[in-house]
């Protein structure tokens, strides 16, 4: 009998409502409030980038070869310097109690039940603390946005440090934010039973002026701070003052710092970044956390973060949230590849939805893969037990996929096992 058949012997190993991640996507959709799918499932613009993060991947096929040997297939890798189940992680996503109320709890969990790497959101439902309790000794790393204000990043850095966190991983693709239409027109917001922990202490004290703030601060020099009286009457009312991103100030051509309650459409951009200043600034601050950069897509920028020293490359858009017509993560992954030469670890995300397409991503030379939506879609299905379906669908198809195409070790895997096919449909050798 086929092992994918129930018996007598006891249930199904397989959920049997659930085979995919198509169907996984469509389970959640069922249970997802309209706001929070589309806030989740949205790219920028007319999604053109976040289309082609998926079809890119139907542009190469797989060539196995036969008669190798796969009677023993190891799966792992290592990532942060410790063993990971598969070369894939949960990438860091963010507000994930809006689609189960364990949120990212559950994610942990799972993560930690299936040895898989987890990457958490800083504007995540729950405390950064409590997620790595969750997920034990599991590793785990902490997506960050590098704050105007930079005493808001360096208390939550410190308090990564302490719970253990193996990496920080810095978004560097929203300079701005992208345009989300279905955002705007839900007017979404986070509904008021939930809330983002990691920043309730930064919260109390937005207002107040910032002490022990290095001298290489960027712009502690140029920054005009807003006027704090009305949201000082505001807090002794205990009215909750409104949150206002940063501008430039038209009359002093100087930065005015968002001001209010720390919120991802008024903080998380930040147009000041540079790679002169801020790297320097986030290793010295991080260590001995590693550094990574999270949204690279050429390979002029591959070359920036070698040279400024970062412990490992990124190649994402944001999901297709950013900029709508970018290129797509997988397309543009073998130009990174080529100009960092191994120097640093590259990683990639978008689009993945089968274990084939860690394969090809492998294949094409990515060192590691991470997911996003698909682990949102398990913990809207069943929570904890959705999200480790999630893990479970792609690290057996992850391994079947190496067994048919003759290979053993996540090692093994490189482009001569990959053709292209091209726009007549003809396949061609990498």
């Known amino acids: 009998m086929p092992p994918s058949a129930p018996s007598s012997e006891g249930p199904s190993p397989h959920d049997l409502n659930c085979l995919t991640i198509t169907e996984l996507e469509a389970l959640a959709y069922e249970r997802m409030d309209k706001q929070t799918r589309d806030y989740y499932n949205e790219g920028a613009d007319s999604g053109t980038t976040l289309a082609e993060n998926l079809s890119a991947y139907q542009k190469y096929r797989i060539r196995p070869r036969v008669l190798r040997d796969i009677s023993q297939i190891d799966t792992t890798t290592s990532v942060f310097g410790h063993t990971n189940a598969a070369p894939f992680g949960v990438a860091p996503t963010a507000m994930q109690r809006?689609?189960?109320?364990?949120?990212?709890?559950?994610?942990?969990?799972?993560c930690r039940s299936k040895g898989i790497?987890?990457?958490?959101?800083?504007?995540?439902?729950?405390?950064?603390?409590?997620?790595?309790?969750?997920?034990?000794?599991?590793?785990?790393?902490?997506?960050?946005?590098?704050?105007?204000?930079?005493?808001?990043?360096?208390?939550?850095?410190?308090?990564?440090?302490?719970?253990?966190?193996?990496?920080?991983?810095?978004?560097?693709?929203?300079?701005?934010?992208?345009?989300?239409?279905?955002?705007?027109?839900?007017?979404?917001?986070?509904?008021?039973?939930?809330?983002?922990?990691?920043?309730?202490?930064?919260?109390?004290?937005?207002?107040?002026?910032?002490?022990?703030?290095?001298?290489?601060?960027?712009?502690?020099?140029s920054v005009e701070r807003k006027p704090t009286s009305k949201s000082k009457a505001q807090a002794n009312t205990k009215e909750r003052p409104a949150s206002a991103a940063?501008?430039?100030?038209?009359?002093?051509?100087?930065?005015?710092?968002?001001?209010?309650?720390?919120?991802?459409?008024?903080?998380?951009?930040?147009?000041?970044?540079?790679?002169?200043?801020?790297?320097?600034?986030?290793?010295?601050?991080?260590?001995?956390?590693?550094?990574?950069?999270?949204?690279?897509?050429t390979a002029e920028d591959a070359l920036l973060a070698v040279h400024h020293g970062v412990d490992g490359i990124i190649v994402s858009n944001h999901g297709g949230r950013q900029l709508n017509g970018a290129l797509a993560t997988l397309d543009a992954l073998p130009e990174v590849v080529a100009a960092v030469q191994k120097k640093v670890p590259v990683h990639v995300d978008g689009g993945i939805r089968h274990g084939?397409?860690?394969?090809?991503?492998?294949?094409l030379g990515a060192d590691f893969c991470w997911v996003g939506r698909p682990v949102l879609w398990g913990l809207a299905y069943k929570g904890e037990q959705g999200v480790e379906l999630c893990l479970k669908l792609l690290?057996?198809?992850?391994?079947?996929?190496?067994?048919?195409?003759?290979?053993?070790?996540?090692?093994?895997?490189?482009k001569e096992f990959l053709c292209r096919i091209d726009r007549d449909g003809f396949a061609s050798r990498l």
């Open 98 to 110: 809006l689609a189960h109320s364990d949120g990212e709890i559950a994610t942990a969990r799972a």
């Open 117 to 221: 790497v987890m990457g958490l959101s800083s504007f995540s439902t729950s405390t950064l603390e409590d997620v790595a309790a969750a997920n034990g000794s599991n590793p785990h790393a902490l997506q960050l946005y590098l704050f105007e204000e930079r005493e808001h990043s360096r208390k939550l850095i410190n308090r990564a440090k302490k719970a253990g966190y193996k990496a920080v991983l810095l978004t560097v693709d929203t300079p701005m934010l992208g345009r989300r239409n279905l955002e705007i027109r839900n007017q979404f917001k986070l509904p008021s039973h939930l809330s983002i922990p990691n920043f309730a202490e930064q919260d109390e004290d937005t207002d107040s002026t910032v002490s022990n703030t290095d001298t290489s601060d960027a712009n502690t020099a």
């Open 246 to 297: 940063g501008r430039l100030d038209e009359d002093s051509k100087k930065r005015v710092l968002p001001s209010g309650p720390i919120t991802f459409h008024t903080h998380a951009a930040n147009p000041t970044l540079s790679w002169e200043e801020s790297i320097p600034w986030l290793k010295k601050v991080c260590a001995p956390m590693e550094v990574w950069v999270k949204g690279i897509a």
């Open 356 to 363: 084939t397409d860690i394969f090809k991503a492998l294949a």
């Open 395 to 414: 690290l057996d198809e992850f391994r079947l996929t190496m067994g048919l195409a003759g290979v053993t070790s996540v090692k093994e895997i490189s």
